[in-house]
T-cell receptor, first 111, second 111 residues
């Protein structure tokens, strides 16, 4: 049981490039979400999903897309990377309770 | 506008002494609160929670106190140990299992 896994661990992009951050969970959780962590701002919700085929925007969705074709996977796409998207990204899943289980994070730098 | 606030970015405490971390919230509809602990290069992990029907919840060395009239909660760690050095986030569920996080408090336990 691996829990929540994220790849890659580190990534450097140039402004304007696109990429996908991968997230997978093996706990059969319906609820999944993406957060970004920035200094002095805690974790802010980007997008979330309450089940396969259902996604919605969180607090800071601009510049990001998500899809949820399976219960297990919830990829986050950066369409055209900007320096403001330099951050640490965490994926989380939940069985439908208030407790969420987080992955180890992806540290992204946009030059 | 942050609904959950942690106004102390850092806390340094001697090993064996008490650590007190504070959290304030603005939404009186919040009825459940969670504390997460985060080590460097890892995702946050759930530590302890409290429901608004209680004013105290204890789990080993960790106790959370809730003062609903003041919209304030605190996390007490007694006694503090070097392994407690981490960032601690206070969080509250908003709706659809979304969590609103505080900015975090970095705790350093000195030997």
């Amino acid at each position: 049981n691996a829990g929540v896994t994220q790849t890659p661990k580190f990534q450097v992009l140039k402004t304007g490039q696109s990429m996908t951050l991968q997230c997978a969970q093996d706990m059969n959780h319906e609820y999944m979400s993406w957060y970004r962590q920035d200094p002095g701002m805690g974790l802010r919700l980007i997008h979330y999903s309450v089940g396969a085929g259902i996604t919605d925007q969180g607090e800071v969705p601009n510049g990001y897309n998500v899809s949820r074709s399976t219960t297990e996977d919830f990829p986050l796409r950066l369409l055209s990377a900007a320096p403001s998207q330099t951050s640490v990204y965490f994926c989380a899943s939940s069985p439908g309770t208030d407790t969420q289980y987080f992955g180890p994070g992806t540290r992204l730098t946009v030059l | 506008d942050q609904q959950v606030k942690q106004n102390s970015p850092s806390l340094s405490v001697q090993e064996g002494r008490i650590s007190i971390l504070n959290c304030d919230y603005t939404n009186s509809m919040f009825d459940y609160f969670l504390w997460y602990k985060k080590y460097p290069a890892e995702g946050p992990t759930f530590l302890i929670s409290i429901s608004s029907i209680k004013d105290k919840n204890e789990d080993g060395r960790f106790t959370v106190f809730l003062n609903k009239s003041a919209k304030h909660l605190s996390l007490h760690i007694v006694p503090s140990q070097p392994g407690d050095s981490a960032v601690y986030f206070c969080a509250a569920p908003t709706n659809d299992y979304k969590l609103s996080f505080g900015a975090g408090t970095t705790v350093t336990v000195r030997a």
